[in-house]
C-alpha cells in the first residue's frame, strides 16, 4: 500500500470502495495512508461489517468509512460515482466476476483506478497434477524432518464453497475490460504449497539453505515463464 499510496495517489482520492471488505483493515488502512479522504464498503457478512464499523469507530474514522451488507455477486454500483474500487483477497470469491467488474468499470469516474490483490490461479474444479508438480517435487525433496506432514495439499479450504469458485477467470476479464497499468505477480507457486507443510522451529535451525532454495525455485521459475503466478497485484484505469 505505501508503494501504491506514493506512485498512484500522491494526494488523497476523493471517494474509494472497498468490495469484500471483510473486517475493513484495508479502508483503514487507506485512510490512514492518506490513499483516500473517503470509503465506501460491502461485504457478504453482517457480522464482518459490523466488526468494520466497530473498527472504524475505535480508529476515529467512522465518518469518513460507510459499510454495508450486501450480495456482492448481484452487485449494482451508480454511474461514474468512484475514484478507486478495491478488492484484497475478495474478488476470487465472486461467482459472477464479469458482471460484478463491468459494474466496477462503469461505477468508476473517467480515469478512475482498479486496484486488485488477489489468488487468481486455478479455480477449485480446474486443479489437476500439473498445477502442483513442481511444488509437489520441491516438497519431496526436502529433508524428512524439516515437514510437518508425510504429503503436500493443496492449500484451499475447500469446505468454502466460495473459495476460488472462479479465480481462473479473473486475470483475462481484467485485461479485458481495464487498461492494466502494473502487473505484480508475486508467485505462491512453490512457497504456498510447501510452506505450510514445514516445521518452523527445525526450519529455523537448519543449515542446509532449504528455505532460500524454495524462494529461488519459484523465482526462477516464474522468470523463465514455466509457470503463471498464481497471486499478484494488478492497477488499472477503466477502459
Known amino acids: 500500500m505505501e508503494w501504491f499510496a ?12 472497498s468490495i469484500g ?8 488502512d487507506a485512510l490512514a495512508k ?11 457478512s453482517a457480522e464482518a461489517i459490523a466488526e468494520a464499523r466497530r473498527g472504524a469507530e475505535e480508529a476515529g474514522f467512522a465518518r469518513r468509512l ?36 463491468g459494474q466496477v468499470r462503469a461505477a468508476l469516474k473517467p480515469g478512475g483506478l482498479l486496484y486488485l490483490d488477489e489468488y487468481m490461479g486455478p479455480s477449485r474444479s480446474e486443479w489437476t497434477d500439473a498445477n502442483w508438480g ?5 516438497f519431496d525433496a526436502l529433508p524428512p524432518e524439516l515437514k510437518n506432514r508425510p504429503a503436500l495439499a493443496i492449500p484451499l ?3 468454502d464453497p466460495s473459495e476460488s469458485v472462479r479465480s481462473s477467470a479473473i486475470l483475462p476479464c481484467v485485461r479485458r475490460l481495464f487498461d492494466v497499468r502494473e502487473d505484480r505477480p508475486y508467485g505462491g507457486n512453490i512457497l504456498w504449497f510447501v510452506f505450510p507443510c514445514l516445521d518452523v522451529a527445525r526450519l529455523r535451525e537448519d543449515e542446509t539453505g532449504a528455505l532460500s532454495g524454495l ?5 526462477h521459475l516464474l522468470e523463465k515463464g514455466w509457470v503463471e503466478s498464481y497471486f499478484r497485484v494488478l492497477v488499472a484505469n477503466r477502459r
Not at 34 to 44: K, N, Q, S, W
Not at 71 to 99: C, K, T, W, Y
Open 6 to 17: 506514493q506512485k498512484f495517489a500522491p494526494e488523497p482520492l476523493p471517494l474509494g470502495l
Open 21 to 28: 471488505c471483510g473486517t475493513g483493515l484495508l479502508e483503514r
Open 34 to 44: 492518506g490513499i483516500c479522504e473517503r470509503l465506501a464498503g460491502v461485504d457478504f
Open 66 to 101: 460507510e459499510y454495508r451488507v450486501g450480495d456482492i455477486n448481484a452487485l449494482h454500483l451508480p454511474a461514474e460515482r468512484f475514484d478507486i474500487v478495491f478488492f484484497h483477497g475478495s474478488l476470487h470469491h465472486v461467482h459472477q466476476v464479469e458482471h460484478v467488474l
Open 134 to 138: 513442481f511444488a509437489r517435487s520441491a
Open 157 to 159: 479450504p475447500m469446505d
Open 215 to 219: 524462494i529461488s525455485l519459484e523465482d
